[in-house]
Protein backbone atom coordinates (compact mmCIF):
# COMPACT_ATOMS: atom_id res chain seq x y z
CA UNK A 1 0.00 0.00 0.00
CA UNK A 2 2.67 2.51 1.02
CA UNK A 3 4.14 2.56 -2.56
CA UNK A 4 1.12 3.83 -4.15
CA UNK A 5 0.39 7.22 -4.80
CA UNK A 6 -1.89 9.31 -2.84
CA UNK A 7 -3.81 9.85 -6.11
CA UNK A 8 -4.40 5.86 -6.87
CA UNK A 9 -4.89 5.74 -3.03
CA UNK A 10 -7.95 7.84 -3.33
CA UNK A 11 -9.10 6.60 -6.69
CA UNK A 12 -9.34 3.05 -5.31
CA UNK A 13 -11.15 4.64 -2.32
CA UNK A 14 -13.63 6.18 -4.62
CA UNK A 15 -13.89 3.41 -6.68
CA UNK A 16 -14.79 0.59 -3.58
CA UNK A 17 -16.88 3.30 -1.93
CA UNK A 18 -18.96 3.72 -5.28
CA UNK A 19 -19.52 -0.35 -5.08
CA UNK A 20 -20.19 -0.58 -1.54
CA UNK A 21 -22.53 2.82 -1.39
CA UNK A 22 -24.84 1.06 -4.94
CA UNK A 23 -24.49 -2.78 -3.36
CA UNK A 24 -26.06 -1.40 0.11
CA UNK A 25 -28.33 0.87 -1.36
CA UNK A 26 -30.14 -1.80 -4.07
CA UNK A 27 -29.98 -5.13 -2.01
CA UNK A 28 -28.90 -4.51 1.43
CA UNK A 29 -30.58 -1.05 2.87
CA UNK A 30 -30.62 -2.15 6.67
CA UNK A 31 -26.96 -3.19 6.69
CA UNK A 32 -26.09 0.48 5.01
CA UNK A 33 -27.94 2.33 7.51
CA UNK A 34 -26.03 0.45 10.67
CA UNK A 35 -22.60 1.04 8.94
CA UNK A 36 -23.46 4.57 7.99
CA UNK A 37 -23.73 5.27 11.53
CA UNK A 38 -21.02 3.64 13.06
CA UNK A 39 -18.66 3.99 9.97
CA UNK A 40 -19.18 6.01 6.97
CA UNK A 41 -21.22 9.13 8.36
CA UNK A 42 -18.30 9.46 11.60
CA UNK A 43 -15.51 9.44 9.23
CA UNK A 44 -17.05 11.42 6.71
CA UNK A 45 -17.90 13.84 9.41
CA UNK A 46 -14.20 13.40 11.13
CA UNK A 47 -12.58 14.36 8.00
CA UNK A 48 -14.82 17.09 7.07
CA UNK A 49 -14.29 18.99 10.81
CA UNK A 50 -10.46 18.40 10.29
CA UNK A 51 -10.86 20.37 7.13
CA UNK A 52 -13.14 22.84 8.39
CA UNK A 53 -10.38 23.60 11.86
CA UNK A 54 -7.83 24.64 9.38
CA UNK A 55 -9.70 26.72 7.22
CA UNK A 56 -9.29 30.23 9.19
CA UNK A 57 -5.91 29.85 10.30
CA UNK A 58 -4.81 28.58 6.84
CA UNK A 59 -6.29 31.91 5.01
CA UNK A 60 -4.70 34.33 7.70
CA UNK A 61 -1.27 33.47 7.61
CA UNK A 62 -1.12 32.36 4.30
CA UNK A 63 -2.97 35.94 3.05
CA UNK A 64 -0.93 37.70 5.39
CA UNK A 65 2.16 36.11 4.32
CA UNK A 66 1.49 37.23 0.79
CA UNK A 67 -0.20 40.59 1.28
CA UNK A 68 2.90 41.65 3.06
CA UNK A 69 5.30 40.59 0.27
CA UNK A 70 3.03 41.88 -2.84
CA UNK A 71 3.10 45.56 -0.47
CA UNK A 72 7.07 45.86 -1.13
CA UNK A 73 6.77 49.38 -2.14
CA UNK A 74 9.46 48.30 -5.11
CA UNK A 75 7.17 45.72 -6.51
CA UNK A 76 3.96 47.28 -6.57
CA UNK A 77 4.58 49.52 -9.13
CA UNK A 78 3.04 49.55 -12.52
CA UNK A 79 3.51 46.28 -13.00
CA UNK A 80 2.00 45.24 -9.58
CA UNK A 81 -1.02 46.87 -10.17
CA UNK A 82 -1.32 45.76 -13.61
CA UNK A 83 -0.32 41.92 -12.77
CA UNK A 84 -3.03 42.44 -9.95
CA UNK A 85 -6.11 43.69 -11.94
CA UNK A 86 -5.33 41.08 -14.75
CA UNK A 87 -5.31 38.04 -11.85
CA UNK A 88 -8.71 39.65 -10.01
CA UNK A 89 -10.22 39.88 -13.97
CA UNK A 90 -9.51 36.47 -15.06
CA UNK A 91 -10.56 35.11 -12.07
CA UNK A 92 -14.20 37.06 -12.06
CA UNK A 93 -14.24 36.01 -16.07
CA UNK A 94 -13.57 31.76 -14.89
CA UNK A 95 -16.20 31.87 -12.19
CA UNK A 96 -18.77 33.51 -14.94
CA UNK A 97 -18.26 30.95 -17.08
CA UNK A 98 -18.52 27.88 -14.38
CA UNK A 99 -22.04 29.51 -13.47
CA UNK A 100 -23.08 30.08 -17.09
CA UNK A 101 -22.05 26.39 -17.80
CA UNK A 102 -23.61 24.71 -14.35
CA UNK A 103 -26.72 27.05 -15.27
CA UNK A 104 -26.99 25.30 -18.93
CA UNK A 105 -25.91 21.97 -18.21
CA UNK A 106 -27.85 21.59 -14.43
CA UNK A 107 -25.34 18.62 -13.55
CA UNK A 108 -27.40 18.46 -9.65
CA UNK A 109 -30.95 18.56 -11.52
CA UNK A 110 -32.66 15.61 -11.19
CA UNK A 111 -31.45 13.73 -8.26
CA UNK A 112 -32.36 15.04 -5.02
CA UNK A 113 -30.76 15.14 -1.66
CA UNK A 114 -31.79 15.22 1.89
CA UNK A 115 -30.98 18.98 3.32
CA UNK A 116 -29.17 18.05 6.45
CA UNK A 117 -30.50 18.04 10.02
CA UNK A 118 -28.80 21.48 10.95
CA UNK A 119 -31.06 23.88 8.80
CA UNK A 120 -29.35 25.54 6.18
CA UNK A 121 -29.48 29.37 6.43
CA UNK A 122 -30.86 30.36 3.31
CA UNK A 123 -32.87 32.89 4.72
CA UNK A 124 -30.53 34.43 6.21
CA UNK A 125 -28.50 34.58 3.05
CA UNK A 126 -27.37 38.43 3.07
CA UNK A 127 -28.03 40.76 -0.61
CA UNK A 128 -24.53 41.94 -2.61
CA UNK A 129 -24.61 45.68 -0.49
CA UNK A 130 -24.68 43.43 2.82
CA UNK A 131 -21.74 41.31 1.60
CA UNK A 132 -20.33 44.02 0.26
CA UNK A 133 -20.67 46.26 3.56
CA UNK A 134 -19.98 43.58 5.87
CA UNK A 135 -16.25 43.17 4.08
CA UNK A 136 -14.89 45.11 6.77
CA UNK A 137 -15.36 43.55 10.21
CA UNK A 138 -16.01 45.70 13.28
CA UNK A 139 -13.61 43.01 15.40
CA UNK A 140 -11.34 41.18 13.86
CA UNK A 141 -11.35 38.56 16.78
CA UNK A 142 -15.20 37.58 16.49
CA UNK A 143 -14.39 37.29 12.98
CA UNK A 144 -12.50 34.83 13.33
CA UNK A 145 -14.15 33.33 15.62
CA UNK A 146 -17.47 33.40 13.45
CA UNK A 147 -15.47 32.36 10.52
CA UNK A 148 -16.23 35.19 8.86
CA UNK A 149 -14.00 34.93 5.53
CA UNK A 150 -14.38 38.08 3.84
CA UNK A 151 -13.94 39.93 6.97
CA UNK A 152 -11.03 37.54 7.65
CA UNK A 153 -9.31 38.09 4.45
CA UNK A 154 -9.88 41.93 4.64
CA UNK A 155 -8.36 41.62 8.02
CA UNK A 156 -5.22 39.66 6.76
CA UNK A 157 -4.39 41.91 3.75
CA UNK A 158 -4.59 44.95 6.08
CA UNK A 159 -2.36 43.40 8.20
CA UNK A 160 -0.25 42.00 5.55
CA UNK A 161 -0.06 45.67 4.60
CA UNK A 162 0.52 47.24 7.47
CA UNK A 163 3.71 44.46 7.91
CA UNK A 164 5.16 45.64 4.70
CA UNK A 165 4.89 49.59 5.65
CA UNK A 166 6.58 48.95 9.05
CA UNK A 167 9.85 46.71 7.00
CA UNK A 168 12.20 45.27 9.39
CA UNK A 169 10.94 46.50 12.69
CA UNK A 170 8.09 43.42 12.54
CA UNK A 171 10.63 40.99 11.06
CA UNK A 172 10.31 38.79 14.52
CA UNK A 173 6.15 39.16 13.28
CA UNK A 174 6.90 37.88 9.39
CA UNK A 175 9.18 35.14 10.84
CA UNK A 176 6.09 33.91 12.75
CA UNK A 177 3.74 34.60 10.48
CA UNK A 178 6.07 32.18 7.71
CA UNK A 179 6.38 29.64 10.48
CA UNK A 180 2.74 29.99 11.41
CA UNK A 181 1.94 29.35 7.72
CA UNK A 182 4.60 26.57 7.01
CA UNK A 183 2.79 24.34 9.82
CA UNK A 184 -0.67 25.31 8.25
CA UNK A 185 0.44 23.56 4.84
CA UNK A 186 1.90 20.89 6.66
CA UNK A 187 -1.19 20.47 8.54
CA UNK A 188 -3.49 20.00 5.19
CA UNK A 189 -1.12 17.69 3.79
CA UNK A 190 -1.41 15.45 7.17
CA UNK A 191 -5.45 15.56 6.52
CA UNK A 192 -5.08 14.89 2.87
CA UNK A 193 -3.21 12.07 4.08
CA UNK A 194 -6.16 10.27 4.99
CA UNK A 195 -8.38 11.43 1.95
CA UNK A 196 -8.37 7.95 0.29
CA UNK A 197 -10.52 6.77 3.42
CA UNK A 198 -12.34 9.58 3.68
CA UNK A 199 -12.91 9.20 -0.13
CA UNK A 200 -14.43 5.76 0.45
CA UNK A 201 -16.81 6.52 3.44
CA UNK A 202 -17.77 9.79 1.88
CA UNK A 203 -18.91 8.06 -1.55
CA UNK A 204 -20.10 5.08 0.35
CA UNK A 205 -22.73 7.41 2.64
CA UNK A 206 -23.42 9.58 -0.47
CA UNK A 207 -24.33 6.89 -2.73
CA UNK A 208 -25.73 4.61 -0.02
CA UNK A 209 -28.01 7.45 0.96
CA UNK A 210 -29.22 9.16 -2.75
CA UNK A 211 -28.64 5.96 -4.30
CA UNK A 212 -27.76 5.25 -8.10
CA UNK A 213 -29.28 8.90 -9.72
CA UNK A 214 -26.11 10.24 -7.44
CA UNK A 215 -23.31 9.14 -9.40
CA UNK A 216 -24.81 10.48 -12.91
CA UNK A 217 -24.89 13.50 -11.40
CA UNK A 218 -21.51 13.36 -9.67
CA UNK A 219 -20.47 12.57 -13.31
CA UNK A 220 -22.16 15.47 -15.12
CA UNK A 221 -20.36 17.63 -11.92
CA UNK A 222 -17.54 16.28 -13.04
CA UNK A 223 -18.15 16.78 -17.18
CA UNK A 224 -19.42 20.56 -16.11
CA UNK A 225 -16.44 21.30 -14.01
CA UNK A 226 -13.78 20.27 -16.92
CA UNK A 227 -15.95 21.38 -19.69
CA UNK A 228 -15.43 24.99 -17.64
CA UNK A 229 -11.63 24.79 -17.20
CA UNK A 230 -11.90 24.28 -21.07
CA UNK A 231 -14.19 27.01 -22.57
CA UNK A 232 -11.96 29.49 -20.01
CA UNK A 233 -8.49 28.42 -21.35
CA UNK A 234 -9.56 28.39 -24.71
CA UNK A 235 -11.73 31.41 -24.92
CA UNK A 236 -9.90 33.55 -22.06
CA UNK A 237 -6.34 32.79 -22.69
CA UNK A 238 -6.41 32.92 -26.09
CA UNK A 239 -7.84 36.24 -26.57
CA UNK A 240 -5.85 37.66 -23.92
CA UNK A 241 -2.32 35.97 -25.77
CA UNK A 242 -3.66 36.91 -29.63
CA UNK A 243 -5.04 40.76 -28.68
CA UNK A 244 -2.66 41.80 -25.64
CA UNK A 245 0.43 39.59 -26.57
CA UNK A 246 0.34 38.96 -30.29
CA UNK A 247 1.03 35.32 -28.87
CA UNK A 248 0.02 32.47 -30.88
CA UNK A 249 -2.20 30.33 -28.51
CA UNK A 250 -1.85 27.44 -29.85
CA UNK A 251 2.12 27.57 -29.61
CA UNK A 252 1.58 28.43 -26.15
CA UNK A 253 0.30 25.37 -24.96
CA UNK A 254 2.06 23.44 -26.54
CA UNK A 255 5.20 25.17 -24.76
CA UNK A 256 3.02 25.01 -21.75
CA UNK A 257 2.55 21.00 -21.79
CA UNK A 258 5.53 20.23 -18.93
CA UNK A 259 4.52 22.75 -16.70
CA UNK A 260 1.07 21.22 -16.78
CA UNK A 261 2.11 18.09 -16.67
CA UNK A 262 3.81 18.63 -13.25
CA UNK A 263 0.70 20.64 -12.00
CA UNK A 264 -1.14 17.59 -12.90
CA UNK A 265 1.00 14.95 -10.90
CA UNK A 266 1.33 17.17 -7.66
CA UNK A 267 -1.97 19.06 -7.44
CA UNK A 268 0.06 22.39 -6.31
CA UNK A 269 0.71 25.33 -7.84
CA UNK A 270 3.43 25.88 -5.01
CA UNK A 271 5.50 22.73 -5.67
CA UNK A 272 4.84 23.15 -9.78
CA UNK A 273 6.13 26.70 -8.97
CA UNK A 274 10.34 25.92 -9.68
CA UNK A 275 8.84 24.39 -13.36
CA UNK A 276 6.45 27.14 -14.23
CA UNK A 277 9.65 29.47 -13.49
CA UNK A 278 11.34 27.71 -16.07
CA UNK A 279 8.85 27.03 -18.28
CA UNK A 280 8.07 30.76 -18.75
CA UNK A 281 12.31 32.21 -18.77
CA UNK A 282 13.12 29.25 -21.35
CA UNK A 283 10.13 28.89 -23.26
CA UNK A 284 8.84 32.44 -23.29
CA UNK A 285 11.32 34.07 -22.86
CA UNK A 286 9.95 36.42 -20.50
CA UNK A 287 12.60 38.36 -18.27
CA UNK A 288 13.56 36.99 -14.39
CA UNK A 289 12.85 40.42 -13.59
CA UNK A 290 8.99 39.86 -14.22
CA UNK A 291 8.66 36.05 -13.96
CA UNK A 292 10.35 36.41 -10.08
CA UNK A 293 7.42 38.77 -9.54
CA UNK A 294 4.25 37.65 -11.72
CA UNK A 295 4.74 33.89 -10.83
CA UNK A 296 5.49 33.27 -7.39
CA UNK A 297 2.78 35.73 -6.62
CA UNK A 298 0.19 33.99 -9.08
CA UNK A 299 0.85 30.81 -7.26
CA UNK A 300 -0.41 32.14 -4.43
CA UNK A 301 -3.49 34.40 -5.23
CA UNK A 302 -4.09 33.51 -9.03
CA UNK A 303 -6.20 30.56 -8.97
CA UNK A 304 -9.02 30.40 -12.33
CA UNK A 305 -9.39 26.58 -12.19
CA UNK A 306 -9.95 26.76 -8.35
CA UNK A 307 -12.40 29.76 -9.00
CA UNK A 308 -14.29 27.64 -11.45
CA UNK A 309 -14.50 24.85 -8.89
CA UNK A 310 -15.82 26.64 -6.29
CA UNK A 311 -18.63 27.97 -8.96
CA UNK A 312 -19.96 24.70 -10.41
CA UNK A 313 -19.71 23.43 -7.19
CA UNK A 314 -22.20 25.52 -4.77
CA UNK A 315 -24.58 25.59 -8.64
CA UNK A 316 -24.37 21.96 -8.15
CA UNK A 317 -25.11 21.65 -4.36
CA UNK A 318 -27.56 24.09 -4.43
CA UNK A 319 -29.60 21.99 -7.46
CA UNK A 320 -28.78 19.03 -5.19
CA UNK A 321 -30.67 20.12 -2.32
CA UNK A 322 -33.38 22.26 -4.62
CA UNK A 323 -32.59 24.82 -2.92
CA UNK A 324 -32.82 27.87 -5.98
CA UNK A 325 -30.13 30.46 -6.71
CA UNK A 326 -31.02 34.02 -8.10
CA UNK A 327 -29.05 36.32 -9.75
CA UNK A 328 -27.77 38.35 -7.15
CA UNK A 329 -26.80 35.04 -5.09
CA UNK A 330 -25.18 33.87 -8.39
CA UNK A 331 -23.47 37.73 -8.39
CA UNK A 332 -22.65 37.04 -4.34
CA UNK A 333 -20.46 33.81 -5.77
CA UNK A 334 -18.85 35.75 -8.34
CA UNK A 335 -17.37 38.03 -5.58
CA UNK A 336 -16.50 35.19 -2.74
CA UNK A 337 -15.32 32.66 -5.20
CA UNK A 338 -12.66 35.49 -6.51
CA UNK A 339 -12.13 36.21 -2.88
CA UNK A 340 -12.13 32.09 -1.93
CA UNK A 341 -9.75 31.74 -4.55
CA UNK A 342 -7.73 34.20 -3.84
CA UNK A 343 -7.29 33.20 -0.32
CA UNK A 344 -6.35 29.67 -0.95
CA UNK A 345 -3.62 28.12 -0.55
CA UNK A 346 -1.60 26.59 -3.43
CA UNK A 347 -1.72 22.79 -1.98
CA UNK A 348 -4.04 19.84 -2.60
CA UNK A 349 -7.20 20.08 -1.54
CA UNK A 350 -7.10 23.37 -0.66
CA UNK A 351 -9.42 25.01 -2.69
CA UNK A 352 -11.80 22.54 -1.66
CA UNK A 353 -11.55 23.86 2.12
CA UNK A 354 -12.00 27.76 1.10
CA UNK A 355 -15.40 26.21 -0.70
CA UNK A 356 -17.16 26.07 3.11
CA UNK A 357 -16.69 30.10 2.70
CA UNK A 358 -18.23 30.31 -1.02
CA UNK A 359 -21.14 28.08 0.31
CA UNK A 360 -21.90 30.08 3.33
CA UNK A 361 -22.06 33.12 1.54
CA UNK A 362 -25.64 32.01 0.34
CA UNK A 363 -26.82 29.87 2.52
CA UNK A 364 -26.02 26.84 1.26
CA UNK A 365 -25.06 23.96 3.64
CA UNK A 366 -21.95 23.45 4.26
CA UNK A 367 -22.44 19.59 4.20
CA UNK A 368 -22.81 19.61 0.77
CA UNK A 369 -18.92 19.23 0.38
CA UNK A 370 -19.37 15.84 1.74
CA UNK A 371 -20.28 14.70 -1.95
CA UNK A 372 -17.99 16.70 -4.06
CA UNK A 373 -15.19 16.05 -1.52
CA UNK A 374 -15.07 12.16 -2.76
CA UNK A 375 -14.38 12.95 -6.53
CA UNK A 376 -12.17 16.33 -5.46
CA UNK A 377 -8.38 14.94 -5.90
CA UNK A 378 -9.15 14.26 -9.79
CA UNK A 379 -10.65 17.58 -10.08
CA UNK A 380 -8.08 19.09 -8.14
CA UNK A 381 -5.46 17.87 -11.03
CA UNK A 382 -7.01 19.60 -13.87
CA UNK A 383 -7.92 22.57 -11.40
CA UNK A 384 -4.38 23.49 -10.60
CA UNK A 385 -2.83 23.41 -14.42
CA UNK A 386 -5.59 25.67 -15.15
CA UNK A 387 -4.50 27.83 -12.41
CA UNK A 388 -0.61 27.47 -13.35
CA UNK A 389 -1.66 28.01 -17.53
CA UNK A 390 -3.36 31.48 -16.00
CA UNK A 391 -0.12 32.50 -13.99
CA UNK A 392 1.78 32.42 -17.42
CA UNK A 393 -1.22 33.83 -19.52
CA UNK A 394 -0.68 36.55 -17.25
CA UNK A 395 3.27 36.96 -17.35
CA UNK A 396 3.58 36.83 -21.35
CA UNK A 397 0.41 39.70 -21.48
CA UNK A 398 2.45 41.69 -18.58
CA UNK A 399 6.07 41.09 -20.27
CA UNK A 400 4.80 42.21 -23.66
CA UNK A 401 3.45 45.12 -22.36
CA UNK A 402 6.26 46.10 -20.57
CA UNK A 403 8.57 45.39 -23.69
CA UNK A 404 6.16 47.33 -25.36
CA UNK A 405 6.81 50.48 -23.03
CA UNK A 406 10.58 50.30 -23.25
CA UNK A 407 10.85 50.47 -27.01
CA UNK A 408 8.47 53.51 -26.95
CA UNK A 409 11.11 55.29 -24.77
CA UNK A 410 13.70 54.19 -26.69
N1 LIG B 1 -4.46 22.50 -5.66
C1 LIG B 1 -4.73 23.84 -6.10
C2 LIG B 1 -3.44 24.55 -6.40
O1 LIG B 1 -2.45 24.33 -5.76
C3 LIG B 1 -5.52 24.62 -5.13
C4 LIG B 1 -6.88 24.00 -5.02
O2 LIG B 1 -7.05 23.08 -4.23
O3 LIG B 1 -7.78 24.43 -5.75
O4 LIG B 1 -3.38 25.36 -7.29
Redesign the pocket.
Known sequence: MKKLSLTTKILIGIILGLIVGVILNLFLPELFKLLNNYLFDPISVLFIKAIKMVVVPLVFFSLVAGAAGIADPKKLGRIGIKTIVLYILTTAIAITFALILANLIEPGVGTSIEKPAEKPKIETAPSMKDTLLNIIPENPVSAMANADMLQIIFFALLFGIGMALLGNKVDQVRQFIDQGNEIMLRLVTIIMACAPYAAFALMARAIGQAGIDLIGSMAWYMITLILALIVHMGITYSALLSLFAKYNPIQFFKKMGRAIEV?FT???????LPVTMDVAEKDFHIPKSISSFVLPLG?TIN?D??AI?QGVAALFIAQLYGIPLGLEEQLVIILTATLA?IG???????????LTMVLQSVGLPVEGIAIVLGV?RLL??S??AT??TGDVCVAIVVAKGEKDKEEQVA
Open positions: ATSSSAATAMGTMSTAAVPGAGLIMDDMRTNI
